[in-house]
Structures are given as C-alpha cells and as structure tokens.
C-alpha cells in the first residue's frame, strides 16, 4: 500500500470513530432523557397513589361511621315496625301508641349516602390504575358494587314510603293529625298492617345491605391499613390538603 493511500484509510477510519462516538453520545443522551423522564413520571405517580390511600382511608372511617349509625337505626325501626303490626291488629284500642310509633318510625326515610368522592375520583379520572396493590383494586370494586346495591335497596324503600299506595291509604281513610279514621272501611285495619308488613321487608332487605357494606367497608380499611404501614405512609389531615390541592386540584 502506498503512503497517500495508508493515511487516507487513517483519516477515513477516524471520522467512522468519530460518528460512531457522536451516535453513541446522541442516543445515551436521549435514552437518559427518556429514561429520567419516565423516572419522574413514575415518582409523581406514587406520591399520588399515596395521597389517594390516605384519602381512601379517611373515607372509610367516615363511611363506617355513618353505616354504624344508619344500621342502629334501622335495627330500631325493624323493632318498633313489628310492634306496630302487632298493635294494628287492634286500632280503635292502640290508636295513640300507632300514632306515636308511626311518627317515630313510619315518618321518615333516612337513607345512607356512601362517601367515596375519592373512589369516585379515581374511576372518572382515570387514575385507578396508579393503585399498585390488585387485591386492594378488587376490593374497591366488590365496593363499588355494596355501594350501588345499598343505594338501590334505598331508592326502593323510599320510593314505596313516598308513593301514591302508601299516601293514598291516608288521604282516604286516616287523618294524620290524630290518627282518627275517616272511613268506615272494615278493611282498613288489614290494609294498614299489609302496607307496614311491606315496608317492613324492604327495611329488613335496606338494613342487611347496610350491614354488608359496613362488612366489605371494614375489609378494605384493613387491607389498607396494612398497606399505609408496609409503605410507612402516614399523614396530618391539613398536609394531606395541602397535597390534595397539588397533586389532585379537582378532587
């Protein structure tokens, strides 16, 4: 090989070195970008789920809360319905105590209202996904589904004390002011006690779906609970406002 022809190979070789280099650097640089990228990503993801939890976890203690006391409630009203029954079976003689009764326990339908915003918020907003833990996933999911299902059961009890069969039946034959009759109906007693028998099946189906919400509710606490701890997760309520409102300004 000539001498011209050696150093043109050489120089030739070097500028190859030389792009291969610059490739070499190009692409580390952007795999890092990326790589950093998707690292940010990721953190920003898990402080997120954290704040999630431990609004979850809020939720449920105020959800048990109030399933604790909608279930004494309606442990009392199924008591005191069954007591009505049994008084109307002789109305002249019981009026005052089925008028007491029934203004105490017949008067009103207080329904339960679940607190899951935050649940809410992460099905809508898509971020259900950022849940790590797939057996807390499901368990929100079988929640879900308590939480329909109770709002259901309630919507039917309301439904049936606020319909026209129910108020009928005292347009027509009951004063509600002192629980005189206004009719002579010899049926009345009969068509009394079958509407509160009804009513009272729908509370006995409205109080077993608070009871088994209360269940998969306590469940879920606990599962969470074991999962703040594993993770060391732990909040003061006005931090995690503070975090809410950062991380999470819609919920």
Do not use: C
Request: proline letters at 2%; glycine letters at 2%.
């Amino acid at each position: 090989m000539k001498p011209n022809q050696a150093k043109t190979s050489t120089k030739a070789s070097i500028r190859w070195f030389d792009y291969i280099f610059v490739f070499i650097v190009i692409f580390a640089s952007l795999y890092l970008t990326f790589q950093l990228k998707d690292y940010n990503e990721y953190l920003n993801n898990r402080k997120k789920e954290e704040v999630y939890l431990a609004r979850l976890y809020e939720d449920f203690n105020k959800d048990i809360e109030q399933l604790q006391r909608r279930i004494k409630i309606y442990d009392e009203k199924i008591k005191n319905i069954d007591k009505l029954k049994s008084l109307l079976n002789n109305y002249e003689a019981n009026q005052d105590s089925i008028k007491i009764l029934y203004n105490q326990y017949l008067d009103y339908t207080f329904l339960y209202n679940p607190v899951n915003n935050t649940f809410e918020y992460l099905k809508t907003g898509g971020d259900l996904k950022l849940i790590e833990n797939e057996k807390f996933k499901v368990l929100l999911s079988e929640l879900d589904k308590s939480y329909k299902s109770v709002i259901n059961a309630g919507q039917i009890l309301e439904d049936f004390r606020e319909g026209a069969i129910w108020n009928n039946l005292f347009i027509e034959y009951i004063d509600l002011e002192t629980f005189d009759k206004i009719s002579s109906d010899p049926s009345l007693n009969i068509k009394f006690k079958n509407l509160v028998t009804i009513y009272s099946k729908h509370s006995v189906t409205y109080f077993l779906f608070l009871q088994g919400t209360l269940k998969k509710t306590i469940e879920a606490k606990e599962l969470l609970e074991t999962e703040l701890s594993s993770r060391n997760i732990s909040y003061q309520k006005d931090e995690l406002d503070d975090e809410l409102e950062e991380l999470l300004p819609d919920l």
